[in-house]
């Protein structure tokens, strides 16, 4: 069974930097996708960054582009997520996501993994 542990959350202050770490297990790291979501209170959980199997595409919500930066290990089966210049409105519970898609003939199977969460805060 596929597992995600997320670690590196906690305190900051603003302008202030963090480096979440999501280190995964149980299933071929190197074929799933990788993403990164948060979730704030009161609020729904949101896409802040992805990237591909191999590392080569990466996308980000405009609210965190040019601050976040999302990498990947796949000879350590882990994704990474540094946060810079970060700001209060970036306080949430940041979660790790695995997908992959396997397509046989007509079928289309779709595997995906979440990670427990981890909490950042950013506050003076």
């Known amino acids: 069974q596929g597992q995600l542990v997320e670690s590196g959350g906690g305190l900051v202050q603003p302008g202030g930097s963090l480096r979440l770490s999501c280190a995964a297990s149980g299933f071929t790291f190197s074929s799933y996708a990788m993403s990164w979501y948060r979730q704030a209170p009161g609020k729904e959980r949101e896409l802040v960054a992805a990237?591909?199997?191999?590392?080569?595409?990466?996308n980000y919500a405009d609210s965190v582009k040019g601050r976040f930066t999302i990498s990947r290990d796949n000879a350590k089966n882990t994704v990474y997520l540094q946060m810079n210049s970060l700001k209060p409105e970036d306080t949430a519970v940041y979660y790790c996501?695995?997908?992959?898609?396997?397509?046989?003939?007509?079928?289309?199977?779709?595997?995906?993994?979440w990670g427990q969460g981890t909490q950042v805060t950013v506050s003076s």
């Open positions: 996501n695995a997908v992959s898609t396997v397509v046989t003939g007509p079928r289309r199977y779709e595997y995906e993994y």
């Open positions: 990237i591909s199997s191999a590392g080569g595409s990466t």
